[in-house]
Nanobody, 126 residues
Framework: QLQLVESGGGLVQPGGSLRLSCAAS????????IAWFRQAPGKEREGVSC????????YYVDSVKGRVSISRDTAKNTVILQMNSLKPEDTAEYYC???????????????????WGQGTQVTVSS
């Protein structure tokens, strides 16, 4: 009923760029807090970025600041994570997630999100 589907991952060289998309069905992304998380092998799932309902104070983890931007494409009902200047340490499975519909502000905590996509793999390697 409420689904999120990630796409856009792949293999890129260090310094390259990727545009990840989170396509929503069953809800309007404009009305939900949406975040991107990533999980590398042997590591905990980490919040990468988040966009609030009102677009105030988007969240970026320190390691990606200046290289990553989050936005909504309202016409396509998707959330975009544009990643530039990619580094090997960005290699991970990337997930998008949505908070409960009554929430309006960003979070970087896994347990504060109800809805999750299946993930898309990002590999940064020479």
């Amino acid at each position: 009923q409420l689904q999120l589907v990630e796409s856009g991952g792949g293999l890129v060289q260090p310094g390259g760029s990727l545009r990840l998309s989170c396509a929503a069905s069953g809800f309007i992304v404009e009305h939900y807090v949406i975040a991107w998380f990533r999980q590398a092998p042997g590591k905990e799932r980490e919040g990468v970025s988040c966009i609030s309902v009102g677009n105030e104070n988007p969240y970026y983890v320190d390691s990606v600041k200046g290289r990553v931007s989050i936005s909504r494409d309202t016409a396509k009902n998707t959330v975009i994570l544009q990643m530039n200047s990619l580094k090997p340490e960005d290699t991970a499975e990337y997930y998008c997630a949505a908070r409960a519909p009554w929430e309006y502000s960003c979070s970087s905590h896994v347990d504060e999100f109800l809805y999750w996509g299946q993930g898309t793999q990002v590999t940064v390697s020479s």
